[in-house]
């Protein structure tokens, strides 16, 4: 027997007036409801640097890296200083001797087995560093060696580039008598500054100015200038910067030292701070903040008056240049160019800088050292090898070594060295 099939429920029928009321009602309440806010259009993301392009550095080291590389050669120096001050002052030629006198004019026998120590020492934090931290120690330093003969060419291009410092101290203003020159007069001594200065002296340079300091500074520049946040940052602390030259010039030794204490202590206490809260940038920023002002105030106690108020003054333009940057600089091809344009000048500065010492502070020879520290630095960024560098410089002294061992007859007339 067939069973009849179920049959759809029936869809009540509804009135269509009702319908149609219902219809406007919900079209008038539509009506009624207030607009909703238009959502504002997407603006463009702000230009980034490329971390691809070629002259853009992107480092493994971190600037506290070259700051424990800093402190491992200060710290160093200070300290192997002391101990051949030690063993000397044991020998009967010094013996009775007041040490103010042995440190205000150390002896090479001081100097090199000081600097020596004192660079291995570097060396050893970084590669424990880089142990540490599981990444290739000379990949990370971009030592990358020229392929086939070129390493001859940046060999060549060191004996060229001295002749042509050689040229520029012909021209140049330079004092008679120079720290380095009393040091090259100590019996026996010209063979061991030879020794630094050709087989030591341009593979620690490079590996600290250009293999750190530059990757670290060109990345960091390219960093503020694409933020006008750190542009105003960086105005402020060269215009404190100024000031602080000042009154570190004109107080006494003691006086510095205690504010150099207050100092630490400040920039300890900020760094604590910000570490518990978990800002480890933050926190390294202030140690650096704090001994950029300690550096700062060293090399102002250094400089003459008249040093000082040019140093001031290039501090005042900083501040102005980088007023205009804020106002006009928009970020891009360049900010990069202009980043990469400042962290070769700041690299060769600090170049020169170094060796200011050796040079009492001259400001022609410091420029022509200023000259080769560009083009030290060029080199590196364009051939993104510190080999390139080091071979340049290893040229570069190898020609100054060589040309003075010739001049003063095998380093037996040390007088001719000034002619």
């Not at 067939?2 to 319908?19: G, K, R, S, T, V």
């Not at 205000?104 to 050893?124: F, K, Q, R, W």
């Amino acid at each position: 027997m067939n069973q009849p099939l179920d049959e759809p429920p029936q869809q009540p029928q509804q009135d269509p007036a009702l319908l149609s009321q219902q219809s406007f009602a919900s079209v008038d309440a539509e009506a009624l409801q207030p607009p909703a806010p238009s959502s504002p259009a997407p603006q463009p993301p702000a230009p980034q640097p490329t971390k691809d392009e070629p002259w853009i550095e992107n480092p493994p080291w971190s600037a506290f890296d070259l700051l424990m590389a800093a402190l491992a050669l200060l710290v160093g120096t200070v300290v192997f200083s002391g101990i051949a001050i030690g063993v000397l002052m044991t020998t009967p030629q010094l013996r009775g001797t007041n040490i103010h006198a042995v440190t205000e004019h150390p002896s090479m026998y001081i100097v090199v087995p000081a600097m020596g120590a004192a660079y291995a020492v570097m060396l050893t934090v970084l590669y424990l560093l880089a142990v540490v931290r599981q990444q290739p120690f000379w990949k990370s330093l971009s030592w990358n060696w020229p392929r086939n003969m070129r390493w001859l060419g940046f060999l060549f291009a060191g004996t060229g580039l001295s002749l042509v410092a050689g040229g520029l101290q012909k021209v140049l203003p330079t004092p008679k008598n120079l720290p380095i020159e009393d040091m090259f007069r100590e019996p026996g001594a010209a063979w061991f500054l030879a020794a630094l200065g050709v087989l030591v002296a341009p593979f620690v340079e490079e590996i600290l100015f250009r293999g750190l300091l530059y990757p670290i500074v060109n990345r960091w520049l390219v960093s503020v200038l694409y933020s006008r946040q750190r542009i105003r940052r960086g105005r402020l602390i060269f215009l404190l910067l100024v000031p602080w030259g000042f009154a570190a010039h004109g107080v006494s030794a003691k006086v510095f030292l205690l504010i150099t204490v207050v100092t630490v202590i400040v920039a300890a206490i900020v760094f604590l701070i910000r570490l518990f809260d978990g800002d480890s940038a933050a926190a390294t920023r202030a140690i650096l903040l704090g001994l950029v002002f300690i550096a700062w105030g060293q090399v102002a106690s250094y400089l003459s008056q008249r040093g000082l108020v040019i140093a001031s003054l290039g501090l005042l333009v900083a501040v102005v240049l980088l007023t205009l940057l804020g106002l006009k600089l928009q970020p891009g091809t360049n900010a990069t160019n202009l980043a990469v344009a400042l962290s070769v000048v700041t690299t060769a500065a600090a170049f020169a800088m170094v060796h200011g010492q050796q040079l009492a502070q001259s400001w022609s020879p410091l420029l022509v050292l200023f000259v080769v520290g560009v083009v030290l630095t060029l080199a590196r960024a364009a051939t993104k090898s510190v080999a390139s560098s080091f071979l340049i410089h290893l040229g570069y002294n190898f020609t100054l070594f060589g040309g003075l061992y010739f001049v003063t007859d095998h380093f037996r007339h040390m007088e001719r060295m000034v002619q």
